[in-house]
């Protein structure tokens, strides 16, 4: 099971950190990511983070603004967002894969949480 938590609204050029935190499973495990979801699109990645948390991968977009990390011993990922432009809201989700390692790609992730909103005001 993953949590995702901590999203809220915001003004542009703020920042907002999220976690998800997982149980049932050995976290060390999976690869985790992050996608969002705008309303009326598709879900996009926005980046990942290996099993062991040292290698991360970004989407293009959020090179530079957006860091991803993960603390095993507390079986939870991270996601610190900086500089945040309104189109960045979307509600988040985290996910975990076991296959796949820093995947850009929704259909290689076995796992998902509920989401958690993020609106940027402008």
């Known amino acids: 099971q993953l949590q995702a938590s901590g999203g809220g609204l915001v003004q542009a050029g703020g920042s907002l950190g999220l976690s998800c935190a997982a149980s049932g499973r050995t976290f060390s495990s999976y690869a985790m990511g992050w996608f969002r979801q705008a309303p009326g699109k598709g879900r996009e990645f926005v980046g990942a983070i290996s099993r062991t948390g040292g290698s991360t991968y970004n989407a293009d977009s959020e090179k530079g603004r957006f860091t991803i990390s993960r603390d095993n011993a507390k079986d939870t990922v991270y996601l610190q967002m900086n500089s945040l432009k309104p189109e960045d809201t979307a509600v988040y989700y985290c996910?975990?894969?076991?296959?796949?390692?820093?995947?850009?790609?929704?259909?290689?992730?076995?796992?998902w949480g509920q989401g958690t909103l993020v609106t940027v005001s402008s």
């Open positions: 996910a975990a894969s076991r296959s796949y390692d820093s995947s850009r790609y929704a259909i290689q992730y076995d796992y």
